[in-house]
């Protein structure tokens, strides 16, 4: 194979990477989530041990991130994320569901990101099960009266944050 060949075929890898996510670990059938339809309620921990659950944040939109430090699509769209999110703080609230990684591994990303998204564990992988995030980073944006209103598997840098800020305007 020549050196062309191969850096070809190395960029489209990336770029399918980038494009469709990242698959996590599979934990069972895809979720219960569906546009139109309740966002499933769920209780998890925030990295300093309180429980967060969904209906605490009634009356503003929520954006869900589910995401893993492992993952490169998900470690490209979380700064462009919390952009978004200080862009509608008046209005929404981002936050950001690690999936099945241990505590130290999600503070230490966390910290030398500079994450200051809500940052929540699903240590079980049930939530994300629960919204069908079989590929990751998926998000899922949820209005006012707690209504799944739009999902987005995978990211594309030029399309994906631009159709986020058009469903967040549908919900102001």
């Not at 999110?85 to 505590?103: G, T």
Request: aromatic share 8%.
């Amino acid at each position: 194979m020549t050196r062309k060949a191969f850096a070809l075929y190395v960029i489209l890898i990336l770029f399918a990477i980038m494009l469709f996510g990242c698959i996590p670990p599979s934990s069972g059938p895809s979720g219960q989530a569906e546009i139109g339809r309740r966002a499933p309620d769920f209780k998890l921990l925030d990295l300093s041990g309180r429980e967060v659950t969904l209906d605490q944040f009634e009356g503003k939109i929520v954006l869900l991130d589910f995401w893993a430090t492992w993952c490169g699509p998900c470690r490209m769209v979380m700064p462009l994320l919390e952009r978004l999110e200080k862009e509608y703080s008046d209005i929404m609230v981002q936050l950001a569901i690690n999936i099945q990684e241990p505590k130290d591994m999600i503070e230490d990303y966390v910290q030398n990101q500079g994450i200051h998204s809500l940052v929540l564990m699903d240590q079980e992988g049930s939530v994300s099960q629960s919204y069908g995030a079989v590929a990751i980073p998926t998000q899922v944006l949820i209005d006012r009266e707690g209504v799944v209103r739009y999902i987005q598997e995978g990211f594309s840098p030029a399309t994906g944050l631009s159709r986020l800020r058009v469903e967040i305007e549908k919900l102001r």
